[in-house]
């Protein structure tokens, strides 16, 4: 789906039969977010509905975003209780939450948010989240060097998710930032950057101007690169001021009733 400023698409890959990713897109609320869910058939999916419902909701009620984040992992350990999904189901999430000039940006897992940055003076690629992964970790402490995490043989081990249950909090990590002209932000699960690196993100983000057109290339790349997972993407633009969402539509209500209508001059005596 699309709108002015954000795009989004998901695609199942060339070797699962089922799709356990969610995508919210919220324009009103300006809330993003990508789930991954896991757990296999009937778990994966169900866990990663129950987060982005769950988000949505409480944004919706005033929620932080953290502990709209936090809400959704209670969430679905409750639905595994009761037998909704399976015990042991779980999910990553990336959100993005925008207020004017500024965004939050807040994950638990390896589902990732990038800022693109279109300026006169060049482009520019930044991983603004940090994995939740056991790959991650040897990194920083250390252990193994970042071109050995592209290739570790456990690489897609993550270190937390929501729905696991011998935690009863999820660390939720943030960042926020503020909104520069032509700036794109990308969410994504693992099935687009485990397929996709960043300097073929590049390749592609420079290519198009419109969310619409750099999401649907981004995951005909991961397909093309082998699509061994579910691709998730999310492409947001700096959210339009309040107003000039409703003016088009106040507009068009005006001309439907004659406002804009031009007026007959009455004729000279």
Known sequence: MSDAFYSSA???GLFRDNNEDAIV???QLNLFLVADGMGGHEAGEVASAIAGDIVAKAISQGEPLSEAIQQSHRAILHA????????GMGSTIVALLSRGNQYQIAW???????????????KSLQQLTVDHSYVQMLYQHGAITAAEMARHPEKNIITQCLGSTDLARVDVDEVSGHWQKNDWILLCSDGLTDAVTDQMLCDVLSLYQHPQE?????????LSQGGRDNISVVLVAKPPQSWKRWWPDCVNRLKARGFFKKRVQPEQI
Do not use: F, M, N
């Not at 595994?80 to 015990?87: L, N, S």
């Not at 638990?108 to 948010?113: L, M, Q, Y």
């Open 10 to 12: 998901t695609d199942v």
């Open 80 to 87: 595994a209780e009761i037998g909704q999904g399976h015990k």
């Open 25 to 27: 897109c919220d324009g």
């Open 108 to 122: 638990v897992g390896d589902s990732r948010a990038y800022l693109w940055r279109s300026q006169p003076e060049g």
């Open 214 to 222: 750099a999401v649907d290339a981004l995951v005909k790349t991961a």
